[in-house]
């Protein structure tokens, strides 16, 4: 699902700007895989360069700009920018390049050559990473990306910013909500607890601050990354969290087309980031009248959110 769903590298490729395609015209190495190259300074679109040559079955793997932050590990998510090309047979085109649009959040579940190149690496590194199918989308590849059985993966990634999975608002707290509203209490680092009273819900879009960070106000085009428990009004039960998923999410404030539902578009900006915000969420400011059947949503449902702002990049 486009709106709620884990954001990692290779499920974001139809949301990511396509753009131009790219080959070498070096004769075929002995090792394919070990000889694809890339230049460039961090921050900024590389140069890659992939033999005409069919791919190895092996996956390789380069650090080619050491960085000196945080080691990445599995219970992470890492804010990344990166170009992904599509190598098959003796062609090659570069399919997603973050580094012209908004940065990518990876983390959770990984693809494991994904994972077999990032985890362990240094924030501000930049990796390469040529991934076979095997480390890839195996033998079954994946039709709605364009991935076959046969489709080597050659990413080139800026690590960016990590963030643990217990990662939560850091602010000062100003209210647990109540008073006709959801009552929300939490430990920092763990998620939330939310009693939805047994009164109707509002009509109309509501914000409320419950934590006030002191970071900037999140604005259109920024890429926010959050925590976010996610209830049903009507059945007071849970229907998605980044917290149960175990990595957080992140999403471009105003996007065109849209990456979230309207009320988090209108309802999170100008709040501050490391702080936590209540939404609650008629149906035309959620899912509208269609609703989302896959998650027990209706079309007449209010939706409760609370969302952790846990920090927003400006790109360029």
């Not at 230049?39 to 092996?58: H, L, Y």
């Not at 990413?155 to 850091?170: G, L």
């Not at 849970?238 to 309802?267: H, K, M, N, R, Y």
Request: with cysteine; aromatic share 6%.
């Amino acid at each position: 699902m486009r709106r709620f769903s884990a954001l990692i590298a290779v499920p974001v490729l139809a949301c990511l700007a396509i753009a131009g395609c790219g080959s070498s015209a070096s004769a075929p190495p002995a090792n394919a895989n070990e000889s694809v190259t890339a230049t460039g300074t961090f921050g900024k679109t590389p140069a890659v360069t992939i033999p005409k040559a069919k791919p190895g079955n092996q996956l390789a793997v380069k650090t080619l700009i050491q960085g000196s932050g945080p080691v990445l590990t599995k219970s992470d998510a890492m804010a990344t920018n990166f170009v992904l090309y599509f190598w098959n047979g003796t062609s090659s085109s570069l399919e997603a390049n973050t580094f012209t649009k908004n940065p990518a959040l990876i983390g959770g579940t990984m693809l494991p050559g994904l994972e077999s190149a990032l985890i362990g690496k240094k924030t501000g590194s930049r990796v390469l990473a040529v991934i076979p199918p095997a480390d890839g989308y195996g033998s079954a590849g994946d039709s709605q990306l364009g991935i076959t059985g046969s489709t080597t993966l050659v990413f080139v990634i800026d690590m960016i910013k990590e963030y643990p999975d217990t990662a939560s608002a850091s602010g000062t707290q100003e209210s647990t909500g109540g008073g006709g509203l959801p009552t929300v209490t939490a430990k920092p680092g763990t998620a939330p607890a939310v009693t939805i009273p047994s009164s109707a819900p509002p009509g109309t879009l509501v914000t409320k601050t419950l934590i006030k960070g002191s970071g900037p106000a999140v604005a259109k085009g920024d890429y926010v990354i959050v925590q976010y428990a996610g209830y049903i009004w009507r059945t007071r039960q849970a229907f998605g969290s980044s917290w149960a998923d175990g990595s957080l999410f992140g999403f471009v404030v105003g996007a065109s087309p849209e990456q979230v539902i309207p009320g988090w578009d209108t309802g999170l900006a100008g709040q501050s980031v490391g702080s936590r915000v209540l939404l609650v969420l008629p149906p035309k400011d959620g899912y509208g009248s269609a609703g989302q059947s896959q998650a027990g949503i209706k079309g007449t449902d209010t939706l409760v959110f609370v969302v952790d702002i846990i920090d927003a990049l400006h790109q360029g």
